[in-house]
């Protein structure tokens, strides 16, 4: 029972982190912030709790995207299943958050969606000759009117109360020029769509992010003095930026400047007489953070609704070690 309990309070101390001492140097800082990618640096932290982040912002946090695609006039070119992958692929702007989950099952299947589970959109449009159009004409934009069917196309039909609810903020994709279909003169396209909130585990349309991935910091160590005609060569080796030109006495001398700035060249290895005066490392418990939001929402946004997954998931491990029989 002792051991038992020993083994217990060990897993505890893991997943509070204080076998990573996490508390006193862990922190987050911001480098870059715009309206679809961030970039941030994760400080004193141990690689399966960074990967662990990644894979949470790739598949756990949840979106908005077309599950059901109700086909009710499709004479174009393209198959009615092509058509239904293409459309449910394209990003909805619509906040997760102001949405539950759809009950899982064959009754609930079967049911019409409402207000707080559901968005629905519409794409109605018909391929028609332009009567303004010279006789001589062989482009097809003069030719036909709405020949390129794109995501602007598609409209939101509020459901119940949504048109007061999201008063402030329409819901459309997140782009407007995306192609769906080309149509000719007598073809259209009337199709009704259902979103429903998913995450990217269940499927790739639902992932928040284009990409997620980070990398260590850099470590470039300089273990003789570089002068001269090798300063530059080893200057050329590098990313811009990395290594720069000082004047020290009259003489030329290599500084390594800003080492993130790196892409893990080893151009250097090539000369002889440079292969031996660097040394590359990397800080194993220092993680540079590239996120880039597909628009849904906000990167920052993404990264903080990320951590608060992770959090449950450590506080619904630790609520499963105090209920533990262990008689």
């Known amino acids: 029972m002792a051991e038992t309990m020993n083994i217990v309070e060990e897993i505890r101390n893991r997943v509070i982190l204080g076998e990573y001492n996490v508390k006193n140097n862990f922190r987050i800082d911001i480098v870059h912030l715009d309206e679809s990618t961030m970039e941030f640096d994760m400080v004193g932290i141990d690689a399966a709790i960074a990967n662990a982040f990644r894979r949470i912002l790739l598949a756990e946090v949840p979106t908005m995207a077309i ?13 009615d299943e092509v058509l239904a992958h293409r459309l449910g692929l394209v990003p909805i702007k619509a ?17 019409e969606g409402s207000e707080i589970d559901t968005i629905q959109l519409q794409l109605k449009i018909k391929c028609s000759r332009n009567p303004r159009a010279t006789k001589d004409s062989a482009d097809p ?14 409209k939101w039909v509020p459901i119940g109360n949504q ?3 999201f008063a402030d903020s329409v819901i459309a994709p997140v782009h407007d020029d995306i192609l769906i279909a080309q149509l000719r003169p007598g073809q259209e396209l009337d199709v009704i769509m259902h979103c429903v909130k998913g995450i990217g585990q269940d499927h790739a349309k639902f992932s928040p992010v284009a990409t997620a991935s980070y990398r260590l910091l850099p470590d470039i160590t300089l273990l003789e003095p570089v002068e001269g005609e090798r300063a530059e060569r080893l200057k050329r080796c590098f990313s811009r930026g990395v290594i720069d030109i000082q004047d020290v006495a009259g003489k030329k001398v290599a500084k390594v400047v800003d080492s993130r700035l790196d892409t893990c060249s080893r151009e250097f290895l090539r000369h002889d007489d440079l292969k031996n005066a660097v040394k590359l490392a990397r800080f194993r418990d220092h993680f540079i953070f590239t996120v880039e939001s597909t628009g849904i929402l906000p990167p920052d946004v993404l990264v903080t609704e990320a951590i608060k997954v992770l959090m449950v998931k450590c506080q619904r491990f630790l609520s499963e070690l105090d209920s533990t029989d262990l008689e």
């Open 67 to 79: 599950e059901k695609v109700f086909i009710y006039n499709n004479t174009s070119i393209v198959q």
């Open 163 to 165: 048109a007061d609810v």
């Open 95 to 111: 906040d997760p958050r102001l949405f539950e989950y759809r009950s899982t099952g064959e009754a609930s299947a079967e049911e």
């Open 141 to 154: 934009r003069e030719l036909y009117l709405n020949h390129m069917v794109y995501s602007r196309d598609i």
